[in-house]
Protein backbone atom coordinates (compact mmCIF):
# COMPACT_ATOMS: atom_id res chain seq x y z
CA UNK A 1 0.00 0.00 0.00
CA UNK A 2 2.72 2.52 0.89
CA UNK A 3 4.43 1.91 -2.75
CA UNK A 4 1.03 2.49 -4.22
CA UNK A 5 0.04 5.46 -2.58
CA UNK A 6 3.36 6.89 -1.25
CA UNK A 7 4.86 7.71 2.21
CA UNK A 8 3.11 11.11 2.68
CA UNK A 9 0.12 9.81 1.80
CA UNK A 10 -0.30 6.83 4.14
CA UNK A 11 1.18 8.88 6.48
CA UNK A 12 -1.97 11.50 5.88
CA UNK A 13 -4.75 8.47 5.73
CA UNK A 14 -3.18 6.80 9.09
CA UNK A 15 -4.03 10.67 10.27
CA UNK A 16 -7.41 10.56 9.54
CA UNK A 17 -8.32 7.63 10.59
CA UNK A 18 -6.50 7.83 13.95
CA UNK A 19 -8.31 11.74 13.79
CA UNK A 20 -11.62 9.74 12.83
CA UNK A 21 -11.39 7.43 15.50
CA UNK A 22 -11.61 9.94 18.55
CA UNK A 23 -14.42 10.60 17.50
CA UNK A 24 -15.76 6.67 18.00
CA UNK A 25 -13.08 6.28 21.06
CA UNK A 26 -13.61 9.44 23.15
CA UNK A 27 -10.20 9.85 25.09
CA UNK A 28 -8.50 13.05 24.10
CA UNK A 29 -5.31 10.79 22.92
CA UNK A 30 -5.64 9.63 19.94
CA UNK A 31 -6.24 13.14 18.26
CA UNK A 32 -2.61 13.97 18.97
CA UNK A 33 -1.49 10.83 17.17
CA UNK A 34 -3.26 11.84 14.38
CA UNK A 35 -2.16 15.27 14.36
CA UNK A 36 1.61 13.46 14.41
CA UNK A 37 0.32 11.31 11.44
CA UNK A 38 -0.32 14.46 9.40
CA UNK A 39 2.17 16.55 10.92
CA UNK A 40 4.71 13.13 9.48
CA UNK A 41 3.14 13.28 5.94
CA UNK A 42 3.17 17.09 5.09
CA UNK A 43 6.52 16.85 6.23
CA UNK A 44 7.44 13.63 3.96
CA UNK A 45 5.75 15.24 1.03
CA UNK A 46 7.85 18.13 1.48
CA UNK A 47 11.37 16.40 2.17
CA UNK A 48 12.77 13.08 1.45
CA UNK A 49 12.41 11.26 4.32
CA UNK A 50 13.52 7.69 4.88
CA UNK A 51 10.68 5.50 6.05
CA UNK A 52 13.47 5.30 9.54
CA UNK A 53 13.53 9.09 9.92
CA UNK A 54 9.42 9.07 9.10
CA UNK A 55 9.11 6.72 12.33
CA UNK A 56 11.39 8.74 14.37
CA UNK A 57 9.40 12.01 13.31
CA UNK A 58 6.44 10.52 13.87
CA UNK A 59 7.22 9.29 17.24
CA UNK A 60 8.95 12.78 18.52
CA UNK A 61 5.70 14.67 17.55
CA UNK A 62 3.67 12.43 18.91
CA UNK A 63 5.16 12.23 22.45
CA UNK A 64 5.70 16.06 22.23
CA UNK A 65 1.87 16.47 20.90
CA UNK A 66 0.35 14.41 24.51
CA UNK A 67 3.20 15.85 26.67
CA UNK A 68 2.07 19.40 25.71
CA UNK A 69 -1.73 18.04 25.98
CA UNK A 70 -1.35 16.19 29.24
CA UNK A 71 0.29 19.63 30.68
CA UNK A 72 -2.72 22.04 29.59
CA UNK A 73 -5.41 19.52 30.87
CA UNK A 74 -3.28 19.41 34.10
CA UNK A 75 -3.11 23.50 34.11
CA UNK A 76 -6.72 24.13 32.76
CA UNK A 77 -7.72 21.59 35.99
CA UNK A 78 -6.78 24.07 38.68
CA UNK A 79 -9.13 26.89 37.23
CA UNK A 80 -12.14 28.44 39.16
CA UNK A 81 -14.27 26.57 36.45
CA UNK A 82 -12.90 22.97 37.89
CA UNK A 83 -16.75 22.93 40.07
CA UNK A 84 -18.67 22.79 36.61
CA UNK A 85 -20.12 19.95 36.96
CA UNK A 86 -20.66 20.71 41.00
CA UNK A 87 -23.93 23.30 41.02
CA UNK A 88 -24.15 22.68 44.26
CA UNK A 89 -21.06 25.27 44.80
CA UNK A 90 -23.13 27.76 43.68
CA UNK A 91 -25.05 27.91 46.85
CA UNK A 92 -22.64 29.07 49.03
CA UNK A 93 -23.14 32.19 49.83
CA UNK A 94 -26.47 32.22 49.04
CA UNK A 95 -28.84 33.27 51.47
CA UNK A 96 -32.38 31.94 51.80
CA UNK A 97 -35.32 31.27 54.64
CA UNK A 98 -35.61 27.87 56.52
CA UNK A 99 -38.23 25.37 56.06
CA UNK A 100 -37.65 23.55 59.23
CA UNK A 101 -36.03 24.88 62.17
CA UNK A 102 -32.93 23.57 63.42
CA UNK A 103 -32.97 21.68 66.10
CA UNK A 104 -29.52 20.09 67.47
CA UNK A 105 -27.45 21.04 64.50
CA UNK A 106 -30.09 19.70 61.98
CA UNK A 107 -32.87 21.38 59.70
CA UNK A 108 -34.21 22.00 56.01
CA UNK A 109 -34.11 24.33 53.61
CA UNK A 110 -35.18 25.23 50.21
CA UNK A 111 -33.56 26.55 47.26
CA UNK A 112 -35.16 26.51 43.96
CA UNK A 113 -37.08 22.97 43.02
CA UNK A 114 -35.06 21.04 45.80
CA UNK A 115 -35.06 20.82 49.51
CA UNK A 116 -31.55 20.59 51.18
CA UNK A 117 -30.81 19.19 55.04
CA UNK A 118 -28.42 21.73 56.34
CA UNK A 119 -26.59 21.94 59.44
CA UNK A 120 -25.65 24.95 61.52
CA UNK A 121 -26.89 26.65 64.95
CA UNK A 122 -30.09 26.22 66.45
CA UNK A 123 -32.45 28.53 64.67
CA UNK A 124 -36.41 29.21 64.50
CA UNK A 125 -38.29 28.06 60.68
CA UNK A 126 -38.59 30.90 58.25
CA UNK A 127 -35.00 32.35 59.76
CA UNK A 128 -32.62 33.84 57.05
CA UNK A 129 -29.66 32.11 56.71
CA UNK A 130 -26.49 32.38 54.39
CA UNK A 131 -24.71 29.13 53.00
CA UNK A 132 -20.95 29.31 54.09
CA UNK A 133 -20.24 25.57 53.34
CA UNK A 134 -20.83 22.12 51.91
CA UNK A 135 -20.33 18.50 53.58
CA UNK A 136 -21.06 15.91 51.09
CA UNK A 137 -24.94 16.36 50.34
CA UNK A 138 -25.59 18.64 53.87
CA UNK A 139 -24.98 22.23 53.47
CA UNK A 140 -24.01 24.21 56.37
CA UNK A 141 -25.65 27.40 57.39
CA UNK A 142 -25.36 29.93 59.63
CA UNK A 143 -27.86 33.28 60.26
CA UNK A 144 -27.64 35.93 57.88
Same mark, same amino acid.
Given at each position: ???????????????????????????????? +??? !?? %? *??? $?? &? =???????? /??? +??? !?? %? *??? $?? &? =???????? /???????? %?????????????????????????????????????????????????????????????
Amino acid at each position: MVDALGAAWTWVIAGLVLAGAEILVPGVFLIW +LGL !AA %L *ATG $LA &T =AVFPIPWQ /GQT +LLF !AG %L *AVV $LV &T =AATRLNRR /GAGRADGD %LNRPDRGLIGREAVLDAPIVQGAGRIRFDDTLWRVEGPDLPAGCRVRVTGISGTVLRVGAA
